[in-house]
């Protein structure tokens, strides 16, 4: 098994320097918030906005999803991972997002809404998205050269300086610069160059490498990262991984448990704030009972800082290290992604 502590090991198999993209979030958040490129400023339409509607795949999605974490007691928010919109009006707002610019699913949605002469946003870094947006609609045109899953604070960014300029949201100035000072302090204990003793990333990539991760949002305001956790250790690691929430596992999930001939060959990860409510609390306490009484190990990691969009950073940020640790561990490139694109090829 490969030495984390060996750097040149990892520069073996990580040959195109992938820890770089993710341990360089911080920089990557400012440049999105503070230098935001938005083409076709002239073409914002401030109308009366009730609903937002954002729409994307994978890696260009979770920003949605974690935007409505954040934002969605303030006004309706629904995620469209599909082909097909769901019921819209005319005080809908539409934020289509495709690193790419070419992401089918995406590019369908975004023709049904241009024929309704939706309001529309989009973010991208080209493609057809930028073609289809032309000189009509504003959009936000994000740096190049990055797997999408690792653009996660570009494509976030973005869709907060969209909500700030529609006047749906008030400016997030000084909550983005607590982000990226958090995550500039945590980039420095969780590199490569930092032992295993003292890397957090690095100990518990080696605690669940072997074993099936199962992640947890122990609150719902972390079920986004516990899905962008699944989704970053599946593609960076090419490693099964799987996730639920609570209280709802609690109703189904739980009874898997009892199957001890299994339950030795998973490891349960759960991601928590430190003030969880006491609801919440109880619940995970009797189920990490259950567990200790099956004698089967577990995880937790704690969402750390002063606001929600500080916490949930920090343990994005953690989750990507942890996948690309695991990787690593298994020898694998994380950044190829060799059965996406076999998928893609096939139904182009």
Known sequence: MIDLDNVEAIKSIDKEDFCHTIIHMPE??????????????????????????????GGSAIAGDIIKTLFGKQIDIQVVKDYYLPY??????????????????TLSCMHIAKSKKANIWGITTGGLLEKALGDEYAFIKIREGFPPRSAIAYLFFS?????????????????????????MTKAGALTKTVPSMLNLAKSAAQQINGKLPLIYSVNNKLDPIAYRW?????????????????????????????????????????????????????????????????????????ADGDTEMVQLFSLIYLGDMISYYIAILNETDPIAIEFINYLKEKIK
């Open 28 to 57: 990557q958040a400012w440049e999105a918030y503070f230098k935001t490129n938005i083409v076709n400023k002239e073409r914002i339409n401030k109308s009366a906005i009730n609903k937002v509607i954002f729409v994307g795949m």
């Open 230 to 302: 699944k989704c970053q250790i599946n593609e960076n690691a090419k490693y099964p991984a799987f996730y639920h929430t609570f209280p709802e596992m609690n109703h189904n999930e739980i009874e898997g448990w009892e199957h001890k001939e299994f339950s030795k060959q998973f490891m349960p990860i759960f991601l928590r704030f430190f003030n969880d409510e006491k609801h919440y609390e109880k619940r995970l306490d009797a189920f990490k009972n259950l567990l200790k009484q099956q004698d089967v190990d577990y995880l937790e990691f704690f």
């Open 88 to 105: 819209f009006d005319e005080k809908t707002l539409f934020i289509f997002c495709s690193y790419s610019g070419n992401t089918e699913e």
């Open 159 to 183: 869709v907060v300086r969209i909500l700030e300029l529609q006047g749906i949201i008030k400016e997030q100035k000084d909550t983005v610069k607590k982000v990226v000072a958090s995550l």
